[in-house]
């Protein structure tokens, strides 16, 4: 069996990193940016630290942001549109997962327009061509878009989200500038934070785990436990810490996938439009508990990474509760709710644990559910 690692081509880190990006586009020769960005983020101004930089360089720009959190299908055929008009050669991804995987649709069929059906690129899609290269400039520390192969739109007419794995559609530079998420109120950071931890916890036990990948996870865990409480304080040093901790773990989970959690999260994102992060964290400690016969040793890894002490003395079962508990604890540290009350209604839970079930992430999971186990899962945090 191969395994097969896809990285950005090029990657720049560190406060003011963003100042490559016009040092970059004259290299390669590119005449106009696809700046695609999120309202809020034009609202206030953050965006506007990314045309400050094309301006400064004299690099024509056209912005696009009709993008909502959850990124629909319309947003994917309207920001086609706009490309097209547009005469741009490059895209600029300015935002979290939202902003970037509508880039990264939009690339895709731009250079593969026999996909325009934004459907059929469901799962393993066999495009042929990388996409409109993308420069992608992260605003959150938590959903590692600008390094992964995968991406995730909303179809609203069937309440569901569907998830897109395509290596033609990694960004060519990632820009991950700790600048650019400073102005990220407590709420999103917590959030964000925990969707980075849960890429890497479920990263680290999926089927497809290997060697070059747990090493990536198992760093991610670590800066991500050691950063995230100072990061949702404003500290700087807790920033930059979830800058690169929630990099590293997409270098790996995008790689090997992930599980059960993702597929849960992503039902209830589109039924309800909670926020990814926001789903994750709540799901990870219960699923973590239902996984846990099917790990090995692994949360004893999890544990330590997280700063347990005393984890080689531990038996199994208090590994593993260790492991659970210090992923509760960091959840409620940082204020993120603890269970599903005044999100799910019980009316909603056979449909979305088909959803969950269906979802392109489900197969990782180190433990194959039935949907029986999924409807007993979302009815625990009820």
């Not at 897109?164 to 650019?180: N, Q, R, Y």
Request: glycine share 10%; with cysteine.
């Amino acid at each position: 069996m191969a395994n097969r690692i896809v990285l950005n081509e090029t990657s720049y880190h560190g406060a003011g990193c963003i100042s490559e990006i016009a040092t970059e586009a004259k290299r390669r020769g590119f005449t106009k940016a696809f700046v695609c960005s999120d309202p809020d983020l034009v609202k206030f101004g953050v965006t506007k630290k990314i045309l400050d930089v094309l301006d400064g360089a004299g690099l024509p720009y056209e912005l696009y942001s009709e993008i909502k959190p959850n990124p629909t299908i319309e947003n994917v055929l309207s920001g086609v549109e706009a490309f097209k008009k547009s005469g741009a050669d490059y895209i600029v991804a300015v935002g979290g997962g939202s902003s970037m995987d509508t880039a990264k649709a939009v690339g895709i069929i731009i250079r593969n327009p026999e996909f325009a059906d934004v459907r059929s690129l469901e799962g393993v899609a066999p495009t042929k061509n990388p996409c409109v290269p993308i420069f992608a400039v992260p605003t959150t520390a938590g959903t590692a878009a600008e390094v992964t192969i995968n991406y995730v739109i909303t179809d609203v007419q069937k309440k569901r989200k569907f998830v897109c794995v395509d290596v033609h559609d990694i960004p060519v530079i990632a820009f991950v500038d700790s600048g650019m998420m400073s102005t990220m109120p407590k709420g999103l950071t917590a959030a964000t934070g925990m969707d980075a931890l849960t890429h890497a916890i479920e990263g680290y036990i999926t089927k497809a785990a290997w060697e070059m990948t747990d090493m990536f996870h198992l760093k991610a865990i670590e800066i991500v436990s050691k950063s995230l409480r100072g990061a949702v304080k404003g500290e700087k040093e807790g920033r930059e810490g979830m800058a690169l901790g929630q990099y590293i773990a997409g270098m790996g989970f995008s790689n090997v996938g992930l599980g059960l959690v993702h597929s849960m999260a992503h039902a209830l994102g589109a039924v309800y439009d909670t926020p990814h992060g926001v789903a994750n964290a709540i799901l990870l400690p219960t699923v973590m508990k239902y996984n846990a016969d099917a790990t090995g040793e692994r949360y004893r890894d999890i544990a330590k990474a997280m700063g347990v002490e005393g984890t080689e003395k531990m038996t199994q079962e208090e590994y593993r509760q260790a492991a659970i508990d210090a992923v509760a604890q960091l959840s409620k540290d940082v204020g993120i709710p603890q269970n599903l009350k005044g999100i799910v209604k019980e009316e909603d839970i056979d449909f979305l644990a088909d959803s969950a079930m269906a979802d392109a992430c489900c197969p990782g999971n180190p433990k194959d559910p039935t949907k029986e186990d999924v409807v007993a899962l979302y009815k625990s945090l009820l």
